[in-house]
């Protein structure tokens, strides 16, 4: 969702008031496209965040922490020397377009009054921060500094007249319904209507102009061509209130979410043309910082969360290609003793062997048909003999270990496999810290700072949840947390379960020592199932049996258990 011109007009219109009339106390850079200016006014702090990040590009009050660099960036330095202590005149933006500016009164270094106006334009991957000289118009220096190889529309250097990015699209209250129908149908009529509007109005973003078109009651796909005066003028007068209502004071700010709670879009209507989706709602700058923050933190969670699934996937591949060279050495296991046999056949019939040749045809007593044999012609007939016997010990050796080489990798990939799906389910940065710190232990990892060679303890709580009748489930969030649970937290007399044959957390029913109703257990089953690689299919069988059937062998992985006495059920995932 981007940062659109309705969505900055309805943050512009809260902060105005909270902002004008305040003092700058301090400027910050805590990264390379992001400020933070903080604001006195009727004794109050604000602080005032700005962002030029392609896909983060946003103003907005916050309360959230930053760690400011060691070394202080010039852009940084530029904006304290010319904002601090300065007095915020005004916040406007120009129509409904993507630019905010603040414009800032003080005095110079020699004492006389001038003003500065900090331009920030959010258009995505074009974002950018820029301070300019309110009376010259001249660039005193831009977050992004480029020319124009970089731009064939403009410059932004220090000492450059600033000039805003080019803008093509109409400001829709400059416009009476005549004008509007006259501008939307000069696009191609293949265009569908929403496609038109996000193209030719200021303030649009593609969510905003599908739930214009859905407000009009006019199906989403419903195209230019279709489209008669009824049809627009119906579109034209939703355009019109949905723009009243921003521009108004107090829009309904909302965040939409998808059925996993990711946040999807944020805008200053309510989106209701997403159905099925969950939204919260709130003033437009705490919207705008809840969005952006869980974003931010999802887009962490997803970068840790592939950063693991990285190590998983070239570890397999790793482990692959040794089983495939166990998988060959255990396909030539006949050949050993084929070679015992031809040491043996040469062995009997030594004498019969008179003449050195290449090969050899003797009887074969163990079927009375003749056996052709290959002979070194460098060994005598009873040397080679002993060479078949050599080549049956070595390829029996060789057998023997390929057959244990290959129980352990087939015990490692599930391993992989059980932690491939610990990292999927894991919905916190915690989580995954603590998958890290596993796989740093069990050497898939090397900690840069500490490499432990054993961890018996893990930092979270396991998920807790309560059955309609009151009992507590724990689910475990990684394989250690999955030991903790079934052998430190249950009783004996608990429920353990598990997705049947499939990766996945263990789950414990707490029962204080009493058979649970159906409604728990399968409660308990539900969760099992939505906490395993199975999450995502309608129906999931679940194994449960209680906890003192179930055993970990000495010296196997995190997480790995054998059970026994159980039993299965077959249950739909249920999501928390």
């Known amino acids: 969702m981007p940062f ?28 390379r496209l992001a400020i933070i200016i903080q604001v006195r006014n009727q004794g109050r702090k604000f602080r005032l965040l700005l962002t030029a990040e392609a896909h983060a590009a946003r103003m907005h009050l916050t309360e959230s922490a930053f760690t400011n660099p060691l070394a202080l960036p010039v852009f940084c330095s530029v904006l304290r020397k010319h904002l601090d202590g300065g007095r915020i005149v005004s916040l406007e933006q120009p129509g409904y377009e993507r630019i905010a500016r603040l414009v800032v009164e003080g005095r110079n270094e020699i004492g006389f009054l001038g003003r500065r106006e900090l331009v920030a334009e959010f258009m995505g991957k074009h974002s950018n921060i820029i301070l300019v000289d309110g009376d010259s118009g001249l660039i005193l220096d831009g977050i992004k500094r480029y020319n124009h190889a970089v731009s064939r529309h403009r410059e932004v250097l220090p000492g450059v007249p600033y000039q805003a990015p080019p803008n093509d699209k109409v400001n829709p209250s400059m416009l009476d319904v005549d004008e509007f129908i006259s501008l939307i149908t000069g696009e191609p009529m293949h265009l569908k209507l929403f496609e038109a509007l996000q193209k030719r109005l200021e303030g649009l973003s593609l969510p905003v102009a599908r739930e214009i078109v859905h407000r009009s009651n006019l199906d989403l796909d419903t195209r230019l061509e279709f489209c008669g005066l009824y049809e627009l003028r119906r579109t034209w007068e939703t355009l019109q209130a949905v723009y009243r209502d921003v521009s108004g004071g107090a829009p309904r700010t909302v965040i939409s979410y998808n059925p996993l709670g990711k ?44 950063n693991l699934n990285s190590v998983i996937v070239r570890s397999r591949k790793k482990l692959e290609r040794k089983a495939s060279a166990a998988k060959d050495t255990l396909r030539n296991a006949p050949k050993a003793d084929l070679y015992r046999m031809f040491g043996e056949i040469l062995t009997a019939n030594l004498y019969q062997i008179k003449d050195a040749a290449g090969q050899v045809t003797l009887e074969n007593f163990y079927t009375g048909e003749p056996v052709t044999i290959e002979m070194d012609l460098r060994l005598t007939p009873a040397q080679n003999a002993q060479a078949y016997f050599k080549r049956y010990n070595k390829q029996k050796t060789a057998v023997a270990r390929a057959e244990h080489e290959a129980e352990l990798l087939a015990a490692e990939l599930q391993y992989l496999d059980e932690l491939e799906t610990t990292i999927q389910i894991a919905d916190s940065l915690s989580d995954l810290e603590e998958i890290r710190a596993e796989m ?48 430190r937290l249950a009783g004996e007399t608990d429920v353990w379960l598990h997705a049947r044959g499939v990766p996945g957390a263990h789950v414990i029913l707490r029962t204080g020592g009493q058979a649970p109703d159906d409604t728990a257990l399968e409660f308990a089953a539900g969760l099992a199932a939505f906490f395993s690689r199975s999450r995502q299919t309608d129906k999931v069988a679940v194994d449960y049996t209680l906890r003192r059937f179930v055993k970990k062998p000495k010296g196997t992985r995190p997480g790995f258990v054998v059970y026994s006495n159980e039993k299965t059920i077959q249950v739909a995932p249920v999501s928390p």
């Open 440 to 487: 740093v232990a069990e050497d898939y990892l090397r900690d840069p700072v500490q490499k432990p060679r054993r961890v018996t303890e893990t930092a979270s709580e396991p998920r807790r949840f309560t059955t309609p009748d009151g009992q507590t489930v724990l689910v475990g969030r990684n394989n250690r947390q999955n030991d903790i649970v079934t052998f």
């Open 263 to 306: 946040p999807v879009d944020f805008a200053p209507v309510e989106l209701t043309h997403l159905a099925g989706s969950r939204s919260d709602t709130g003033s437009p700058n705490e919207i705008v910082n809840r969005f952006y923050t869980q974003r931010v933190e999802q887009d962490k969670l997803e970068t840790a969360r592939n």
């Open 4 to 31: 659109d011109g309705l969505a900055l007009a309805a943050v512009c219109g809260e902060l105005a008031p909270l902002l004008v009339g305040g003092r700058i106390e301090r400027i910050h850079q805590p990264e």
